[in-house]
C-alpha cells in the first residue's frame, strides 16, 4: 500500500482550510451527472466525474472527509435520488449492507424523538460512510461532528501516554446480529500500513461487549475510554458540519470519527432527513 499524506487537524484547522476537502458542484455540472447517472452509463458528465473522482480520492486520502455541496437536487423523488447516488459511488467502491436486515440504503430521521440526543463519536463498520443530506432539521440542529484519529492520537500521546498505550492495544466489540464481523478485535487507535493513523471506536459496543460474551473490561480500559471520551468532546477537538439539502459527505471511517448534534424536529415536510450509504473499497472490510 502506498504511503499517503495525511493531514491531522482540530475543527479551527479543518475549518480554515476547507479548499482541500469541500467541494461548490455549479448548476450544470450537477446537471450533467444527473442526466448521465439516470442513464447509467456515462456521457457528457465524463469530465465532471473525473473532476469529482479525484477530489473524494485526494481529500478522503489527506483530511479523511469530503464534502461535496449540491450534488443532487434535493426535490427531486427519493427513490431517483437513491440510484443517482448509487451509480455515483460505483467509482469509490462496492455499497455493502449496513444493518442485518440486509438494506443497502437507509434514510435517518428522528424516531421517537431520538433526535433530542446526541449521538456520541463512532466508526462505522465499513470503508466509506456516506451521507447525503435529503432534508436538514428544522431548527438548524443535527450537525454531523467529526474528528480527527490523528488529531486524538496525538494529543493523548502528549497528554496520557498510559492510556494511549492501553487505546492501542486490543479491544473487543461484540456485534451480534448487526451487518459485517459479529465479532470485531481491534485495537482503538492503531497504525496502519500507509502510514497514517487508524481508528475504530464504537463507545456503547465496547463497553457493552462483556455483556453478551466478549471478556471484562479491567481498570485500565476503563479509565483510557474516559480519557477519550474527555479528548473527542473538547470544543475545539470536533468540527460541527451543517449540510444542506443535497449536499455530499463522505467519511474515511478508518481516519474520522463521528457524531452528531442534537436536534429538535418539526413534524411532517420538514422533517430531517438523511441517505446513508456504506461502500467498501475491497471485498472485505478490515479495521
Known amino acids: 500500500m502506498d504511503a499517503v499524506t495525511e493531514i491531522g487537524w482540530s475543527s479551527l484547522e479543518l475549518d480554515a482550510r476547507r479548499e482541500l476537502w469541500s467541494l461548490p458542484l455549479e448548476e450544470r455540472e450537477r446537471r450533467l451527472l444527473w442526466a448521465d447517472a439516470r442513464a447509467g452509463q456515462w456521457g457528457a458528465g465524463e469530465q465532471v466525474r473525473t473532476r469529482l473522482r479525484e477530489f473524494v480520492r485526494n481529500a478522503a486520502d489527506s483530511v479523511g472527509i469530503t464534502h461535496v455541496s449540491g450534488l443532487v437536487d434535493a426535490t427531486r423523488p427519493e427513490q431517483e435520488i437513491t440510484e443517482v447516488l448509487s451509480f455515483l459511488l460505483g467509482d469509490f467502491g462496492r455499497i455493502v ?3 442485518g436486515r440486509g438494506d443497502l440504503t437507509s434514510v435517518l430521521h428522528d424516531q421517537d424523538g431520538d433526535g433530542n440526543t446526541e449521538l456520541g463519536f463512532h466508526c462505522d463498520t465499513c470503508d466509506l460512510l456516506v451521507l447525503l443530506c435529503l432534508r436538514p432539521a428544522f431548527d438548524g440542529g443535527g450537525l454531523t461532528k467529526l474528528a ?3 488529531h486524538v492520537h496525538d494529543l493523548i500521546e502528549r ?4 492510556a494511549l498505550a492501553t487505546l492501542r492495544e486490543e479491544w473487543t466489540f461484540e ?5 459485517g464481523p459479529q465479532v470485531v478485535v481491534t485495537p482503538i ?3 496502519r500500513k500507509d502510514g497514517t493513523i ?4 464504537q463507545t456503547r ?5 462483556p455483556d453478551r460474551g466478549g471478556p471484562e473490561l479491567t481498570d485500565r480500559q476503563w479509565e483510557a475510554l474516559g480519557v477519550l471520551d474527555e479528548v473527542l468532546y473538547r470544543p475545539e477537538i470536533a468540527f460541527g458540519l451543517p449540510m444542506a439539502a443535497g449536499d455530499l459527505l463522505i467519511i474515511r471511517n478508518s481516519r474520522v470519527l463521528h457524531g452528531r448534534s ?3 424536529d418539526e413534524p411532517g415536510p420538514y422533517a430531517r432527513r438523511m441517505l446513508r450509504v456504506w461502500v467498501n473499497e475491497g471485498e472485505e472490510w478490515t479495521p
Open 97 to 99: 449492507p449496513q444493518n
Open 189 to 191: 487507535l492503531y497504525d
Open 148 to 150: 480527527s484519529a490523528r
Open 262 to 264: 442534537p436536534f429538535i
Open 205 to 209: 459496543t465496547v463497553r457493552s461487549s
Open 198 to 201: 487508524g481508528c475504530y471506536y
Open 175 to 179: 456485534r451480534s446480529g448487526r451487518a
Open 159 to 162: 497528554e496520557r501516554p498510559d
